[in-house]
Structures are given as structure tokens and as C-alpha cells.
């Protein structure tokens, strides 16, 4: 089936630098990746939709300047968190979607996720 | 505003019973429910899907009904197996990205 690669899987790193995720899809294209972050017991939040060629779509209230997001290939986007800060510790999860199957209503497949923790 | 709300962050069952998790919405523009299973440290994993023009969607032992006048869907799982023990998302789409609830530690006894 589908697989969507994300690495780091965790990482930590000192306040006011900045770390790289990076979401692959490994057998499949995906024009749109999603950038999800999850706060402990607390529900996926989508942070942006990250689009192939073209500027990311940011959800209100997430800093674009913050979450740099690239999406370079049909099989990989970037999410950078800079100038990281205590706050951003959270579990970052990326998603993406086969582009060869039909419209929205197919299922998003994720990645493992990345455990950020700033210090 | 919560859209989508998963109102039990827990449940317990006994293996071979039937788990049942809830999932309310608010926005009629949903038309695309998903269910998504995650252990913990990976990410979520697709577990079924169920359209708005059909009100059940059967796969093995996992069941999804839908009540859109209720604006509510259901995952009915049996029998219950240990392995079963994970958060369940549910997860709804009007457009291209998906909002998700809560989720749902269930947790299967044996």
C-alpha cells in the first residue's frame, strides 16, 4: 500500500535554532501534502497544506514565517521550524495523498510523525 | 469550534465484545467520513471510510454507520481484539484536507 516516509522521527534541539522535517511518498505522487501537529490528547490540528510548486496554504492562527513549508517534488514537501522556542514542542505529522486516484474522497496517508522537543 | 467531537476520550472492552465509538459533527458541508487508527509514537493509519449518500460501509470486523439527520457516525467494531487497543480517530472532509476529532483510547481486555 500507500507509504509516506517522515524523518526525523524524533529530534531535539536548542531554543532559537531550527530543525527540518521531511515528508517522502515512496510509491506514490502527491501534488498536496498536509502538515498536521497533535498537542498531547488533543486532536490533529492541520497547520498547512503544502502544494507542489506553488506556496504553501497556511490554517489560521500558524505563523508562515515560523513553519517554513517547501514542496520541491511530487514526492516531497519540507516543514522547517524556525527559531524554535519551548512552545513548538509538539508531534508533527505529515500526510499526502495519491494523486492518480480520484478527487478528495481518498483516504490521506500518513507518515510516523516527528517528536520535536526544544529545550 | 470543534466540528468534529469524539465526546468519550475512553473506553474499555472485553475481547470478543463489540467496541462501539462515536463521532458527532457540526458542518453539513461534510460529505466524506473517515476512521483512522494510531498507535502510539507512529502515525495514524486508514482504517475505513464512509460516504454521505450511504449510511453503512463493512469491512471485516469494522463497521462505520452514519446518521446524517443526527450528524453522527458510528465505528462498530466485533469482536474486539487485543490488538484492537489503540486511539481512534474520526475524521470528516468537505474539501481537501480532513478535520479530525479528539480521538478515542480504546482499550480491549483479554
Known amino acids: 500500500g500507500a507509504v509516506v516516509s517522515q524523518h526525523p522521527s524524533r529530534v531535539i534541539c536548542k531554543s532559537g535554532t531550527s530543525v527540518k522535517i521531511e515528508c517522502r511518498s515512496l510509491?506514490?505522487?502527491?501534488?498536496?501534502m498536509f502538515w498536521y501537529r497533535q498537542f498531547p490528547k488533543q486532536s490533529l490540528m492541520l497547520m498547512a497544506t503544502?502544494?507542489?510548486?506553488?506556496?504553501?496554504?497556511?490554517e489560521q492562527g500558524v505563523e508562515k514565517d515560523k513553519f517554513l513549508i517547501n514542496h520541491a517534488s511530487l514526492t516531497l514537501s519540507t516543514l522547517t521550524v524556525t527559531s524554535a522556542h519551548p512552545e513548538d514542542s509538539s508531534f508533527y505529522i505529515c500526510?499526502?495523498?495519491?494523486?492518480?486516484?480520484?478527487?478528495?474522497?481518498?483516504?490521506?496517508?500518513f507518515g510516523n510523525g516527528t517528536r520535536l522537543t526544544v529545550t | 469550534d470543534q466540528q468534529v467531537k469524539q465526546n468519550s476520550p475512553s473506553l474499555s472492552v472485553q475481547e470478543g465484545r463489540i467496541s462501539i465509538l462515536n463521532c458527532d459533527y457540526t458542518?453539513?458541508?461534510?460529505?466524506?467520513f473517515l476512521w483512522y487508527k494510531k498507535y502510539p509514537a507512529e502515525g495514524p493509519t486508514f482504517l475505513i471510510s464512509?460516504?454521505?449518500?450511504?449510511d453503512k460501509n463493512e469491512d471485516g470486523r469494522f463497521t462505520v454507520f452514519l446518521n446524517k439527520s443526527a450528524k453522527h457516525l458510528s465505528l462498530h467494531i466485533v469482536p474486539s481484539q487485543p490488538g484492537d487497543s489503540a486511539v481512534y480517530f474520526c475524521?470528516?472532509?468537505?474539501?481537501?484536507?480532513?478535520?479530525f476529532g479528539k480521538g478515542t483510547t480504546l482499550s480491549v481486555s483479554s
Open positions: 464512509i460516504s454521505s449518500i450511504k
Open positions: 458542518n453539513s458541508m461534510f460529505d466524506y
Open positions: 503544502s502544494n507542489e510548486g506553488s506556496k504553501a496554504t497556511y
Open positions: 510509491d506514490f505522487q502527491a501534488t498536496t
Open positions: 475524521a470528516a472532509s468537505g474539501g481537501t484536507a480532513l478535520i
Open positions: 500526510s499526502a495523498r495519491d494523486n492518480t486516484l480520484n478527487s478528495y474522497n481518498s483516504p490521506l496517508h
